[in-house]
């Protein structure tokens, strides 16, 4: 059985980036879920136990009433942010300094075991990141020069920062 | 201002506005034959068409309206006055007649393109409202839906066909009236696969798409549901699921829609036991040289397989195939045993031969019987 069980919340997971995955499924040591959208990945969260999790920042609402609803107020409210719901999605699982958190998830993983893997640079996030106290979570840029190993470079950065911990 | 007006101006209007409603009467049946499909018609005239005849209530109306003007007229043919009225009441109503015929016409002629999507949205209105009332899917809707499904055009036409069993499901989830398990969730599934995956024409890419990111939906809620005392995820549902997700993933792999194999993959991770379907997808995709897919597929056995009765049968059946697949695939074969720490016995791999023995993979027990000869000789 491979060691480590990650989830990838990212919404081209299962088409433009499939690639990635390849070098993940090759190097054996990892179980990989994949989520597609904020739904998916809320039900992922609540339903498995993960060592490593790996966010986009841009995911779709998907399916759930809830996660529709709350990008639809975004969208209201700011249409540039709306589909930031990566960004929500961490808010819910640790809160922001001011709310509590409010996503019950089976893991109750540190902030070392997230990494943020997303198109948005690191400079645009910093305000956002650093309101939900997690300036220092592991960051990586996605882009189009990237190698083929940079979602397992990434994983294994992650995990690196949790060997040698109990789960 | 003096009134010239006689009865044969009424009986005129009669006689015209009885000709546009037989028209009218007929346009439907013109249309049908003319511009709509054999599906199409066959639904008609099958069970929608009153529906779409209702629309012909007012200027059924409006013709009844006219004729009892003159036949009013004809009676009280002395009071001129009376004459004078029926005949502006008869000819504003012929006008509304004529207004209404052009808006009709034109309706089923330039929109006859969209009678598809408007017997789909009947047959799902007349399924939810029956499901309301009752508690019940009625089967002759589902089949009838199964049906324009299967003979619809992929794309948007197919498209409809989702839409309309998306909403279903939605209604049916929202009721709470079914409860999920007790397999009345079932022939959505059946008619959802069949309409991009037994199509008369082959299913288009998204449309394919959509169906599974329905079905991973269907299954978070299944598991979401699952109790100790209800195991959903292990029922009915799932397991037409997990085969519907299969022919949905052969038959893209026959068109080389090479891109969804991560979709289905996803949607097969969240099922428990699929290790077999993952299997006959990594063959196929080994057969057609997609060695990402073959390799994803073993991997995800193998996550999987050791949560299933089927234990490494399938693992190990793969495998051989990729240890015979060229030695870059043979290097991976191994390299996938080694970092699972699979090592496996001749009574393992005597038990896979067995397994894929009693399904006919007989290609299957070949590979395991050469592999273990290899394995052997180092």
């Known amino acids: 059985m491979n060691g480590y069980k990650v989830l990838w919340i990212e919404d081209d997971a299962d088409n433009d980036l499939y690639n990635l995955t390849s070098p993940v499924y090759i190097d054996g040591r990892y179980q990989l879920d994949i989520a597609t959208n904020a739904s998916e990945a809320h039900f992922y969260l609540n339903a498995r136990v993960y060592d490593v999790i790996i966010v986009d920042i841009r995911i779709p609402p998907g399916k759930d009433p809830g996660w529709r609803a709350k990008h639809e107020q975004l969208r209201s409210r700011n249409e540039a942010n709306s589909s930031r719901l990566g960004l929500e999605l961490l808010r819910a699982i640790f809160g922001d300094g001011e709310q509590q958190p409010t996503l019950k998830i089976q893991q109750n993983l540190r902030p070392e075991r997230y990494g943020v893997f997303t198109i948005e640079g690191h400079e645009e996030l910093k305000p956002d990141l650093h309101q939900l106290q997690l300036a220092r979570i592991k960051y990586r840029q996605k882009n189009a020069m990237m190698p083929h190993t940079a979602l397992l470079d990434f994983i294994n950065e992650v995990s690196g920062s949790v060997n040698g911990q109990s789960n | 201002m003096e009134i010239n007006i006689s009865n044969d101006y009424l009986n005129l209007i009669v006689e015209v506005a009885v000709t546009v409603y037989a028209f009218l009467l007929g346009l439907p049946a013109l249309v049908s034959q003319i511009l709509l499909p054999e599906d199409l018609r066959r639904m008609s005239r099958k069970n929608y068409t009153p529906s779409i005849m209702r629309s012909l209530i007012p200027m059924t109306i409006l013709l009844l309206a006219i004729i009892l003007l003159a036949f009013l007229a004809n009676i009280f043919s002395e009071g001129q006055v009376l004459l004078a009225l029926s005949a502006i009441t008869a000819t504003l109503f012929f006008a509304a007649m004529l207004v209404f015929t052009l808006w009709h016409t034109w309706k089923h ?172 997808i990594g063959l196929l995709a080994l057969a057609r040289g997609q060695f990402q897919i073959a390799t994803s597929a073993l ?80």
């Open chain 2, 299 to 378: 991997a995800e056995i193998m996550d999987r397989d050791n949560k299933d009765y089927l234990k490494m049968n399938n693992y190990l059946g793969l495998a051989a195939h990729l240890f015979f697949a060229g030695a870059a695939a043979r290097k991976y074969a191994l390299h996938s045993m080694k970092s699972n720490h699979i090592a496996p016995t001749t009574e393992e791999l005597k038990d896979a031969m067995e397994y894929h023995y009693i399904l006919s993979n007989f290609a299957t027990v070949d590979r395991l019987e050469e592999m273990k000869r290899e394995m052997k000789k180092g």
């Open chain 2, 109 to 280: 002629l330039a929109l006859s393109q969209g009678y598809r999507a408007r017997i789909i949205n009947v047959i799902q209105e007349k399924a939810i409202e029956k499901f309301q009332s009752q508690g019940i899917l009625d089967r002759a809707f589902l089949e009838d839906l199964d049906y324009l499904g299967i003979s619809s055009k992929p794309g948007a036409e197919t498209r409809t066909v989702i839409e309309a069993l998306e909403n279903l499901l939605n209604a049916v989830n929202e009721s709470n009236r079914v409860d999920a398990g007790n397999g009345q969730l079932m022939p959505l599934v059946d008619i959802l696969c069949n309409a991009v995956a037994n199509s008369v024409e082959p299913g288009s890419f998204r449309n394919m798409v959509d169906v599974l990111t329905i079905f991973k939906s269907m299954l978070m809620s299944l598991d979401s549901h699952t109790t100790q005392e209800n195991q959903l995820i292990y029922g009915n549902e799932t397991r037409k699921i997990k085969d519907a997700t299969t022919r949905i993933a052969l038959a893209a792999l026959k068109r080389d829609y090479v891109d969804m194999m991560p979709l289905v993959l996803n949607v097969l991770t969240l099922i428990p036991r699929s290790s077999d379907k993952l299997f006959d």
